[in-house]
T-cell receptor
Framework: AQSVAQPEDQVNVAEGNPLTVKCTYSVSGNPYLFWYVQYPNRGLQFLLKYITGDNLVKGSYGFEAEFNKSQTSFHLKKPSALVSDSALYFCAVRAPGGGNKLTFGTGTQLKVEL | DTGVSQDPRHKITKRGQNVTFRCDPISEHNRLYWYRQTLGQGPEFLTYFQNEAQLEKSRLLSDRFSAERPKGSFSTLEIQRTEQGDSAMYLC??????????????FGPGTRLTVL
């Protein structure tokens, strides 16, 4: 069965500093990997995804993520954090042949402070 | 706004009552998904429609849960004989094509259910 781990419940970073939100996955075969962001009382918003090709994926709002097959990781990064990036971030995976179902991690709360 | 909409946004009910939620997807999207999110957890897949056909159901979807998408447009999720453990945020998402499509899923704002 596929699974996603987000080892940090919360990440704190100062505005202007780089940020990393960690994600590791477990799946048989080549995965599809996704990052979503959730603001309070809002639905999830798509940030980026990895399907195939370049391991470095660029997405919305200056975010990027790097697919590392050997480490089974898909960490989310941004070179310079903004206070407005403060939100709940979810990593998700779809296994090959897994239909259209996504398996989500438990989420990481990002707090960007002045 | 032409995004995914859900109604109601909040529902408080007493244990044992039936509730029904509605989801209106983005109009040109042929696929519709329901997920459930409890506090401190990520969304968990419940079920998926392609047009009006329900193609996949999670084991989480007990026999008290039923979902429909009668004309391939809006969908309803009904929970019968609600239990306190049903308290959660119920999220709907839609897509055009599968998860490999341009933007994957578009999620609605969710319906928060509280069962007293």
């Amino acid at each position: 069965a596929q699974s996603v781990a987000q080892p940090e419940d919360q990440v704190n970073v100062a505005e202007g500093n780089p940020l990393t939100v960690k994600c590791t996955y477990s799946v048989s075969g080549n995965p599809y990997l996704f990052w979503y962001v959730q603001y309070p009382n809002r639905g999830l918003q798509f940030l980026l995804k990895y399907i195939t090709g370049d391991n470095l994926v660029k997405g919305s709002y200056g975010f990027e993520a790097e697919f590392n097959k050997s480490q089974t990781s898909f960490h989310l990064k941004k070179p310079s954090a903004l206070v407005s990036d403060s939100a709940l971030y979810f990593c998700a995976v779809r296994a090959p042949g897994g239909g259209n179902k996504l398996t989500f991690g438990t989420g990481t709360q990002l707090k960007v402070e002045l | 706004d032409t995004g995914v909409s859900q109604d109601p946004r909040h529902k408080i009910t007493k244990r044992g009552q039936n509730v029904t939620f509605r989801c209106d997807p983005i109009s040109e999207h042929n696929r519709l998904y329901w997920y459930r999110q409890t506090l401190g957890q990520g969304p968990e897949f419940l079920t998926y429609f392609q047009n009006e056909a329900q193609l996949e159901k999670s084991r989480l979807l007990s026999d008290r849960f039923s979902a429909e998408r009668p004309k391939g447009s809006f969908s309803t999720l009904e929970i019968q004989r609600t239990e306190q453990g049903d308290s959660a945020m119920y999220l709907c998402a839609s897509s055009h094509g599968g998860v490999a499509g341009p933007n994957s899923y578009f999620f609605g704002p969710g319906t928060r259910l509280t069962v007293l």
